[in-house]
């Protein structure tokens, strides 16, 4: 097995080639995306990830990000502002922490690593990983010491404007086939012009700008709010809040026209609230996106070519969610380009499907049959749980861990569903079978459901109890496969129809269960006087918010609320883990 990893700047992903088919792991809280984020801590502790974030609150510079700007890189040719500090070794290169770029890069190769196998439950020691097409052969040499350090043997390093080309599947395109793959992420942006020859992807040009990308536009936008409420000199640490409310609602912005940005007491008693128009954004933006233009069109220079001489245009980066920044794309390339993978995902993806083709695991001509309609099973709240989306090739198999949601539960009823609706109600169902398992406190039963689908189109469900290893299996002859058209087609059809009051449903159902985990939570650590002065009024004012937006039944409130609870208590809750580690050491020393 072959891992394909993209290493980006702000965030990373992990994937693997399993029975066939690519896909991206999730770790323990169900996430594919890892944070570019490494907390080392004053005796050298490490965490990676979402965990490292949320030490930022407490401890902003022991939080190293955008590490990979300083791969392969001397000191002396940085100059640039780096979120932590850097200092300079004997040698003349760069160190964080005391540590250097390869090692800290180590520390999240070693976490995507560790996700991998915890799913797989094998040892997995090789990787494709994935650089920018602009990294010099010293930048290259780094990412792969990276790996080593990491215990990965690294097979090949990959340009990730191919990997973005195989993700889209442009090496179907056929020879000569020229490509334009536009990535604009959190920290940078690139422009590759590929072109396909002897079944290969060649670099023809790339221009791009190591210092673009939307990070710059949360910046501008934390700038224009500050200025027009007259605000100066932060501490890092609220600016660090204040930058992430910022991002927070420039993302909302690709979704709605309006969002307000509202930080309250992120210093004693101040705060802040305003609102911002899409408008707004749109126009800090565009300088932002008429930059990117001119750098596309250096790339098309270098390579010679006119847009029209293009085969297809493909998009990749968390920024390209942007509605102005497709419609930016659009524009200069006068056609709508494949915004059709997942912005994030798809360099991940196609590093596995690289890893997948060096292992031998995927052959890439056998093209069986797809799944004509998304098949999933019902989870907390009459919820559809996709396991294997719409248009998979078949053979294939995913699964995944799921837990009671009651205490004493001792079974779990497993619906297998199909179709492309929200809510599980709206979908056909194909059976139905219980889990027995021993009857455990709310989220300690383990069941996994696993879905495969052979060769033949017969799907087995299976499912398993984790304690003690048993399995239920049905198998569903033909059901999920053929499929009459005309059926597919109203379901399909059905789902466009329905998709906002879905999705709105969707948003509610999954909001209002976090908030019945977090109210009761927060009520009882309130009630035993452990948060501080200084958040208490900003955790009770969020609480009653998303009391308001449960009773009012919104989803959008409802979720912006629940995730300012979240935000309120942060602090407290790392807080209260230390507390809870510190009572189980002492206990544990006065029990030796
Ligand atoms: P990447 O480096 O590709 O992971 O992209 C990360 C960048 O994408 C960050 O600057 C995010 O703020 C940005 N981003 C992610 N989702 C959205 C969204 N829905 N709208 C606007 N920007 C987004």
């Known amino acids: ?119 797989m439950g094998v040892e997995i020691t090789k990787a494709v990983i994935t650089v920018p097409a602009y990294f010099h052969d010293a930048q290259r040499a780094a990412t792969k010491r990276a790996g080593e350090l990491a215990g990965l043997e690294v097979i090949r390093i990959l340009n990730e404007p191919t990997a973005a080309a195989l993700a889209y599947g442009m090496d179907r395109l056929g020879e000569k086939s020229r490509i334009a793959v536009y990535d604009l992420g959190g920290g940078t942006f690139d422009l590759s012009i590929l072109e396909l020859q002897d079944g290969v992807f060649q ?62 007491f992120y210093e004693g008693s101040r705060s802040i609230e305003q609102e911002i128009s899409r408008a707004d954004l749109e126009e800090l933006a565009a300088p932002w996106i008429a930059k990117t233009q001119r750098l596309c069109r250096l790339a098309l220079a270098d390579a010679q070519l006119s847009v029209e001489q293009l085969s297809a245009v493909v998009v990749v980066g968390g920024s390209t969610r942007m509605p102005a920044v497709r419609r930016g794309v659009a524009e200069l390339f006068k056609r709508e380009p494949d915004f059709s993978q997942h912005p994030d995902e798809a ?75 929200e809510m599980a109600k709206d979908n056909w169902e194909l059976g139905t079978f219980d889990v027995p398992f021993a009857p455990s406190a709310k989220g300690q039963a383990r069941v996994g459901v696993q879905f495969k689908i052979d060769e033949n189109g017969i799907l087995e469900a299976l499912a398993r109890d984790i304690a003690t290893g048993t399995d239920t299996v049905i198998q569903i002859h033909h059901a999920a496969v053929n499929v009459d058209d005309a059926a597919v087609e109203a379901m ?20 209002k269960l976090k908030a019945e985990e977090l109210l009761p939570a927060v009520d009882a650590v309130l009630a035993q006087g452990l948060a501080l002065d200084a958040e208490r009024g900003e955790i009770e004012a969020a609480a009653a918010d998303v009391r308001a937006a449960l009773a009012a039944g919104a989803a959008n409130p409802l979720k912006a609320a629940v995730q300012r609870l979240d935000l309120a208590t942060e602090a407290l809750a790392a807080r209260l883990v230390e507390l809870a580690m510190d009572a189980a050491l002492e206990r544990q020393l006065a029990g030796n």
Do not use: Y
Request: net charge negative; hydrophobic share 45%; charged share 25%.
């Open 1 to 119: 097995m072959i891992l394909g990893i993209d290493l980006g700047t702000t965030n990373s992903a992990v994937g693997i080639v399993d029975s066939g088919f690519p896909i991206l792991l999730a770790d323990e809280e169900g996430q594919r995306i890892t944070p570019s984020a490494v907390w080392i801590g004053e005796n050298g502790e490490i965490e990676v990830g979402r965990k490292a974030l949320r030490r930022r609150s407490l401890e902003p510079e022991r939080v190293v990000t955008s590490i990979k700007r300083l791969m392969g890189r001397r000191t002396a040719e940085l100059g640039e502002n780096f979120p932590v500090a850097v200092t300079s070794s004997n040698e003349g290169l760069p160190l964080v922490l005391g540590k250097s770029p390869e090692e800290i890069s180590a520390e999240i190769l070693r976490e995507l690593r560790r996700i991998a196998e915890w799913r």
């Open 203 to 264: 670099v023809l040009a790339t221009h791009g700008d190591t210092q673009l990308g939307g990070d710059d536009l949360d910046g501008l936008l934390l700038t224009k709010i500050l200025t027009s409420a007259g605000i100066t000199g932060l501490s890092l640490a609220a600016r660090a809040r204040l930058m992430a409310e910022a991002e927070r609602v420039k993302m909302a912005l690709s979704e709605q026209e309006r969002a307000v940005f509202r930080v309250p």
């Open 347 to 421: 360099i991940s993806l196609g590093a596995t499907i690289q890893g997948g083709v060096l292992s031998g695991a995927l052959r890439q001509i056998i093209l069986l049959d797809v799944t004509p309609l998304s098949l999933g099973i019902e989870t907390f709240g009459g919820l559809m749980n996709v396991l294997i989306p719409r248009n998979t090739t078949i053979p294939c198999k995913a699964g995944e861990l799921f837990t009671n949601a009651a205490d004493g539960q001792a079974a779990m009823r497993v619906r297998v569903l199909q179709g492309e609706r």
């Open 492 to 511: 399909v059809s059905e789902s466009v129809k329905h998709a906002f009051t879905d999705m709105a449903e969707r948003v509610f159902t999954e909001a």
